[in-house]
């Protein structure tokens, strides 16, 4: 099992910008590809991005351009950069390590944290 740990989130204001971390436990952190889901009032858990082991970087349609996943494997810790934020991106959002399947489904990532809101106002 791995502890995954969310920070960054707050309010802000239409066009504004937020940096959210997860910081991982464990010595394997490296080998597991990461995700980061939301999910706002009323709605299903979506996928928001996702990272590979290698690096390899995976958006929603709804984000791309605008937020960017990273990860600094000797923190143990992923990144979400976003930008330009809409009130629609309002939401939970959650970090995931993947354990196997695809990238864009929840049921592809075996932990989860316990989620930081983000508030994006009008």
């Known amino acids: 099992q791995v502890q995954l740990v969310e920070s960054g989130g707050g309010l802000v204001q239409t066009g504004g910008s937020l940096r959210l971390s997860c910081a991982a436990s464990g010595r394997t952190f490296s080998s597991y590809a990461m995700g980061w889901f939301r999910q706002a009032p009323g709605k299903e858990r979506e996928f928001v991005a996702a990272?590979?082991?290698?690096?390899?970087?995976y958006y929603a349609d709804s984000v791309k351009g605008r937020f960017t996943i990273s990860r600094d494997n000797a923190e143990n810790t992923v990144y979400l950069q976003m930008n330009s934020l809409k009130p629609e991106d309002t939401a939970v959002y959650y970090c995931a390590a993947h354990y196997s399947g695809s990238y864009y489904r929840a049921p592809s990532y075996g932990d989860w944290g316990q989620g930081t809101q983000v508030t994006v106002s009008s």
């Open positions: 990272i590979s082991s290698g690096g390899s970087t």
